[in-house]
């Protein structure tokens, strides 16, 4: 059938095909195809051609898609094997692209080739002519990842759809992948990159890449970074103990280096610093043992002794024992072998005798010189009432006559052992009551005499010489040299046994002296100031840290009956199990000693202390100079700071600056502060804020953000001020702020909104809002702290320096100090004021009801409140409490 459709179709178009004649010899062989069509690709519009070769063939002709195509599309050639002489056919035809697009459904365009002989035809293989194209869009493309060191890492791609199937290559930062010679990596079958074990050089952007004869896609890039996770490096070896001798405390550290974090891996878990407690072995000093027995006298009149250096031995750097250890000495004439003639001996006697002749009537003059003086005391002091006129509160109504008796306490001046120099006035008529000019005393001096013709008039407790007088002739003094000459700073008064207080307005320091601390008959000339750090270093150890002012209290070495009571700020978060909390004392020679340790305290010593939440109450039966000193246990002890925001008070430029103070949260730092900045001409824009500063050794850190940038931008280059933490644990900057300069992009801007953040590294910090005009005035609590500096220290003396009237409250001690079975006595009294904390040291007190009311007095001086100590009386069961109804008048 084929061959007669050829036939007939031959017959049809017989001028356009050349029909080859075979010779005999190869009429009964079948056509074989040399060259086969192949499948093809029509890129855009060019067509492409398909080649088919056949021997022996008489004809050779094309069948697309079912249909013959056109002996006018036909390109033929002839040519004869010359090895075997056999003729060999060759045919080409061209397919265009609008071919191939007419034809619709599932099935592929495709061309056969059909070759013919006499004995027969052949078929070639099917050649399939497609339009080739390759999508835009990637059916799944590679995704970022983040992944750790050495980890397996795999990257998808599913290029997009095209014919024909488009090939796959891998780049990475650009340069191309190759498998071959990177082992590392992996080409998947499906064309997925794998990264074996990922290096940080691995950390890039890698690309797929798709293209086929028509185009080249490239995927969207994908970031792989690998990141390091921190690692602890080995502990560093434990420090010396910060004690040399007793209990102390060493640190050991580590570094997250081990490895570093990179690429945003993980710090490590856990502190990088250890503390733990020491005991140093304490250095023991040598000392002498007794000296041994004298050796019989020699020749040459002399006898020895020695001794040893053995009790105790000095051991573990102690010091050696100072002093001789062979002492001689001359014999005795019996005894010396050589012994002196008589006329020798009769000498020695008579100038023995002389000499005690001579001591003993040097003697019978001192004793009657002692007599006279004495004699002319007791006449200069024959009245005493100087003593109460002086002390005698202005504010107190006279008494009536019938409670004179009471209130008109005489004190005792039979005792000549007063330590008061100086001259003593009536409040009346500013005379001395008997007319002479002095007030001699026996004992000595507590502060040189005043210089002569300055009188000292006391008016309820205040002295009416000049203050910096005072400060010129209390630093003269050879222990006070180093005392300020700030007369701001200090407070100072005059007072006898009724007691009295000291205060230095604004700093939270006062002194409380008790009535009856003073022994009746003397009078002290005491003073109060705060030690500027500048003028006085404490020194730290480890991880100490000063937690109050230094405060000196004096003169030291005065009599106290009863403790007085130091009150002045602390800073610690008062949490006790974060804490070693001493209290210090300087000594004489000037070395800072502990004289207590906080939550062991002795009641046998004479200080004991109370820590409440900002402040400490000292009690002391020595005055001296004090401070508050705090050893960190672990790293959650923090100490309070207290951050405060100053500016110019007047800007007339585009640059203004604020200035962000950190500081210890006490009153005497901040009055500090506020002093310096009114001479600078500052002023406060925002209420003080209170931060935990912890002791992690990290630093803190201070930013600005969210200025309205249209209006306000930052001149500075960081991100953030640092201060770094030892200059705020040490103390070793008295003043530490950070300036923070801006500018403003117009002058006429005037309103500030931003953002202070505050934070310590690696923990918690805070924010602030912001937002004041730069040209108002200043915040009315600035104007009101400013107006505060302006006061002065007045001391109080007597009854108006209490609020519990003098008499009141003997009743109350008498009322209360004895015991009493069912409990009604001074325990309930410390219980219902809750100080049933520091029972044992009531207890140990004379008067135990009387030191709890000082320290009631001591709290409450300004907000105290009678009625409200009178209704505990009354729920202790005791009918005194109704004294309290009375009148200052009436009492």
């Not at 995927?219 to 001798?245: D, I, R």
Request: hydrophobic share 35%; with cysteine.
């Amino acid at each position: 059938k084929v061959v007669e459709g050829v036939l007939s179709w031959l017959r049809f178009g017989t001028e356009h095909v050349a029909t080859a004649t075979l010779p005999a010899s190869f009429n009964d062989l079948l056509p074989h195809f040399l060259v086969e069509p192949d499948d093809e690709y029509i890129v855009k519009n060019k067509p492409v051609t398909l080649t088919c070769r056949s021997t022996p063939a008489t004809q050779i002709y094309f069948k697309c898609n079912g249909e013959w195509v056109h002996q006018d599309d036909h390109l033929i050639d002839r040519t004869v094997d010359p090895a075997t002489g056999l003729p060999i056919m060759q045919v080409k035809i061209d397919i265009s692209r609008q071919q191939v697009e007419k034809i619709f459904g599932l099935d592929d365009y495709w061309c056969q080739c059909v070759a013919w002989s006499t004995t027969g035809t052949q078929k070639s293989q099917k050649a399939y002519v497609r339009i080739a194209y390759l999508r835009k869009n990637f059916e799944e493309e590679p995704m970022a990842k983040e992944v750790a060191l050495n980890q397996e890492v795999l990257l998808r791609c599913h290029p997009p759809e095209g014919v024909p199937a488009a090939e796959v290559e891998w780049q990475r930062n650009e340069h191309v992948i190759d498998p071959v010679n990177e082992p590392n990596f992996l080409v998947t079958a499906d064309r997925n990159l794998i990264i074996k074990q990922a290096r940080l050089a691995d950390t890039a952007n890698y690309t797929c890449v798709a293209k086929n004869i028509v185009a080249r896609r490239k995927s969207s890039p994908a970031t792989v970074l690998v990141y390091v996770n921190g690692g602890w490096s080995t502990w560093t070896t434990w420090s010396a103990c910060s004690s040399v001798c007793g209990r102390g405390w060493q640190r050991r550290s580590r570094s997250c280096t081990n490895p570093t974090p990179l690429n945003g891996g993980m710090a490590c878990d856990g502190q990088n610093v250890q503390k733990s407690a020491c005991t140093a072995t304490c250095p023991v000093d040598g000392g002498w043992s007794d000296w041994s027995n004298w050796s019989e006298c020699g020749v040459d009149c002399s006898m020895w002794r020695s001794r040893e250096c053995t009790q105790p031995s000095p051991g573990t750097g102690g010091k050696d024992c100072q002093g001789i250890d062979l002492q001689s000495l001359n014999c005795t004439s019996q005894q010396c072998l050589q012994t002196a003639n008589g006329v020798e001996d009769v000498a020695l006697y008579v100038g023995i005798v002389a000499v005690a002749l001579c001591l003993t009537l040097i003697l019978i003059v001192v004793v009657l010189v002692y007599r006279r003086k004495k004699e002319g005391l007791d006449a200069d002091v024959a009245d005493s009432s100087i003593l109460t006129t002086g002390f005698q509160p202005m504010g107190i109504k006279p008494s009536k006559p019938e409670n004179s008796h009471l209130l008109t306490i005489q004190p005792d001046l039979t005792t000549t052992t007063t330590s008061y120099q100086g001259t003593l006035h009536s409040r009346h008529d500013g005379t001395t009551h008997t007319g002479t000019s002095k007030f001699s005393m026996t004992n000595g001096p507590l502060l040189d005499p005043l210089p002569n013709g300055s009188h000292h008039t006391l008016h309820n407790g205040k002295m009416t010489s000049d203050p910096a007088e005072f400060m010129t002739r209390l630093s003269n003094q050879t222990y006070f040299k180093t005392l300020p000459r700030d007369v701001a700073n200090t407070s100072y008064g005059t007072f006898n046994f009724l007691g009295g207080r000291l205060t230095i307005p604004n700093t939270g320091i006062s002194l409380l002296i008790p009535p009856e601390a003073i022994p009746r008959g003397k009078i002290y000339e005491i003073y109060l100031t705060a030690q500027r750090k500048e003028d006085l270093r404490l020194p730290l150890a480890g991880c100490q840290t000063l937690l109050s002012p230094i405060v000196s209290c004096g003169p030291p070495g005065v009599v106290l009956t009863r403790p007085t009571i130091l009150s002045m700020d602390h800073c610690s978060d008062a949490c006790p199990e974060n804490w070693a909390i001493r209290l210090k004392k300087q000594n004489y020679e000037g070395v800072w000693e502990d004289v207590l340790m906080m939550g062991e305290e002795l009641i046998s010593e004479p200080y004991y202390c109370q820590l409440e939440a900002e402040t400490c109450r000292v009690f002391s039966e020595q005055l001296g100079r004090f401070s508050l000193v705090g050893e960190s246990l672990n790293m959650s002890a923090a100490k309070r700071l207290r951050l405060v925001l100053f500016s110019d008070a007047y800007c007339s430029t585009l640059e203004y600056n604020i200035r962000v103070y950190c500081m210890d949260d006490t009153q005497d730092v901040f009055k500090e502060v506020m002093q310096m900045e009114r001479q600078l001409g500052g002023r406060l824009i925002d209420e003080p804020h209170v931060l935990l500063f912890k002791d992690s050794y990290h630093n803190l850190r201070l930013s600005i953000h969210d200025m309205p940038q249209a209006h306000w931008r930052s001149k500075l280059l960081a991100g953030y001020q640092e201060i770094p933490f030892y200059h705020i644990w040490n103390g070793s900057q008295r003043f530490l702020h950070c300036t923070f300069t801006l500018e403003r992009l117009n002058l006429s801007t005037c309103e500030l909104t931003c953002q202070l953040c505050v934070w310590q590294v690696e923990g918690e910090g805070q924010s602030f809002s912001l937002d004041f005009n730069i040209a108002k005035v200043t915040l009315r609590s600035h104007t009101i702290l400013l107006s505060g500096l302006e006061a002065q220290a007045f001391p109080l003396a007597g009854p108006s320096a209490f609020q519990i009237p003098y008499l009141i409250r003997q009743k109350i001690c008498s009322s209360l100090d004895t015991p009493c079975p069912n409990g009604a006595d001074w325990r309930l009294l410390a219980q219902r004021l809750k100080l049933d904390r520091h029972m044992s040291f009531f207890a140990s007190k004379a008067s135990p009801t009387s030191v709890i009311l000082d320290l009631w007095e001591a709290q409450h001086f300004h907000s105290g409140n009678l009625n409200q100590l009178a209704t505990v009386m009354a729920d202790i069961g005791k009918q005194e409490a109704m004294i309290f109804l009375v009148s200052d008048g009436e009492c």
